[in-house]
C-alpha cells in the first residue's frame, strides 16, 4: 500500500552489454573470473549491493552531489543532511552533518529470461520455480522436455545447437510478466534442473587482456577469461522503502521548511529539534545559529534540485515531468520519494552500466518497468 510507510517495487532490467559483477575470487576451472552465483541454485545473479552502490552513485551524479556517492566515511563523508535526498534515501556514513539510516533496501537481481540460440531463432529460457518466485504460479513442465507455443515453432523439437529439446506440452507465457509480445512468443519453459544447465554452458566467456601498470602495454602472460550474463537477459529485483522517517526532502517540501525557518514559526522550532540542531535548553543566540545552519542546508538541496534533471531520460527526470503533477500521482501513486531516487539512478546504468565503486563488473542494463508489489 502506498500510503504505508512500507512500499515493495518490483524492477525488470535487461541487459544490454555482456554483464560481468565478479565475485573477487578465481575458480578452479573454465574461466579465471567468474560471475556471482546463488547457492543452491547455482544460477548467476547481480547482487543487490552491487545495485545499490550503482544506484547511489548515479543518483549522487545526476542530483550533482557527488560527495553523496560512494561509502562515505572519514575520507569522503557524504554530506549527511536530512534536506539531501540522496543521504535520506541511502544513508550516510560519517556524514558532515551526522549519519543516519537510509530508508530502502535492495535484493538481489535474479534471472527471469536467460537468452539462448536456436535454429528457430532466438528464445529464452525460463522454469517453473524461476517464474514462481517471480510471483506466477502453476507452470509445469517435465524433467527432460520444454513447453513453447507453436507460434514459435510447429516442430516438436527444439535445436539449441548442443542440446535437442523435446516438446511436452503447448505452453505460452503468461500475460503478466510485462514483456513485450515479440519475447513473449520466444518464452521456453524447462525444468528447474535444466534451467541451471542451460544457464550455465551459455554464459559468455570472454578473453581480455591486463594492462601493467607502469608500461602501459599488455602485461606478459596476462590473458584471462571471466565469464558475463549474455546481453538480453531479463532480471528482476526488489525494492523496499522503508520510510520510518516520512520526512522525505521534496522540493515542495523544502522551499515549505525554507519559509518556516525565516519566519521564524513555531514549526520552525519543530524543525530544529527534528534535525537534533537546537533543543529548549539552549538559548536564543544557538537557536539563531541553528536555524542559519538549517537554512544553509536547504538552500544547497534546493540548489541541487535546479540543476538536477540536465541528464538522459528527460522525460524520466529527477522528478518526473512527464505530465502535471496530479496526473502522474494517478498513475504512479509514488511520486517523489526514495523509490524514486533509486530509479533515477538505476536508470543511468542503462548509460553507464553497473559496476565500479568497489565492484568488480561492468556491463550496461535497462530498467524496463517498475510496478508497485
Ligand atoms: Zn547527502
Redesign the pocket.
Known amino acids: 500500500m502506498s500510503n504505508n510507510l512500507y512500499t515493495q517495487r518490483r524492477f525488470l532490467l535487461m541487459t544490454l552489454d555482456p554483464v560481468h559483477i565478479g565475485t573477487g575470487g578465481y575458480r578452479l576451472g573454465r574461466v579465471d573470473l567468474s560471475i556471482v552465483r546463488e547457492p543452491g541454485t547455482n544460477l548467476p545473479k547481480i547482487p543487490g549491493t552491487s545495485l545499490a552502490g550503482a544506484a547511489r552513485s548515479y543518483a549522487a551524479m545526476r542530483y550533482e552531489?557527488p560527495q553523496?556517492a560512494g561509502q562515505g566515511g572519514r575520507d569522503q563523508p557524504?554530506?549527511?543532511?536530512p534536506t539531501?535526498p540522496?543521504?535520506y534515501t541511502f544513508g550516510?556514513v560519517r556524514g558532515t552533518a551526522g549519519g543516519s539510516a537510509g530508508t530502502i533496501s535492495i535484493s538481489d537481481a535474479r534471472l527471469l529470461f536467460f537468452p539462448v540460440h536456436s535454429l528457430a531463432g532466438p528464445v529464452w529460457v525460463t522454469s517453473p520455480s524461476t517464474l514462481a518466485d517471480f510471483g506466477i504460479e502453476g507452470h509445469q513442465v517435465s524433467e527432460n522436455k520444454a513447453g513453447w507455443n507453436s507460434a514459435l515453432t510447429r516442430q516438436n523439437r527444439l535445436n539449441l545447437g548442443w542440446l535437442m529439446l523435446e516438446k511436452d506440452s503447448d505452453w505460452s507465457a503468461p500475460d503478466d510478466t510485462r514483456v513485450p509480445k515479440e519475447i513473449k512468443s520466444r518464452i521456453v519453459l524447462v525444468s528447474d534442473k535444466l534451467f541451471s544447465q542451460i544457464v550455465n554452458s551459455n554464459l559468455e566467456v570472454r578473453t581480455s587482456v591486463s594492462i601493467d601498470p607502469r608500461t602501459g602495454a599488455a602485461a606478459e602472460g596476462a590473458l584471462f577469461t571471466y565469464e558475463a550474463l549474455p546481453r538480453a537477459t531479463w532480471l528482476w529485483l526488489d525494492v523496499v522503502e522503508d520510510d520510518y522517517r516520512r520526512d522525505f526532502p521534496t522540493r515542495e517540501k523544502l522551499a515549505r521548511w525554507k519559509q518556516d525557518l525565516e519566519q521564524n514559526s513555531d514549526e520552525a522550532e519543530k524543525l530544529l529539534k527534528r534535525w537534533s540542531l537546537w533543543k529548549e535548553s539552549d538559548g536564543e543566540k544557538q537557536k539563531e545559529e541553528a536555524r542559519n545552519k538549517a537554512l544553509k542546508w536547504i538552500k544547497d538541496d534546493l540548489g541541487h534540485y535546479n540543476q538536477a534533471g540536465s541528464l538522459p531520460s528527460p522525460k524520466q527526470g529527477w522528478q518526473k515531468q512527464t505530465q502535471n503533477r496530479e496526473e502522474a500521482k494517478q498513475e504512479d501513486p509514488i511520486q517523489e520519494g526514495p523509490i524514486d531516487v533509486v530509479r533515477a539512478g538505476l536508470q543511468l546504468a542503462e548509460y553507464l552500466g553497473i559496476g565500479g565503486m568497489g565492484t568488480r563488473g561492468f556491463g550496461r542494463i535497462k530498467v524496463m518497468a517498475d510496478w508497485e508489489v
Do not use: D
Open positions: 552531489k553523496c557524504h554530506c549527511g543532511q539531501c540522496i543521504c550516510s
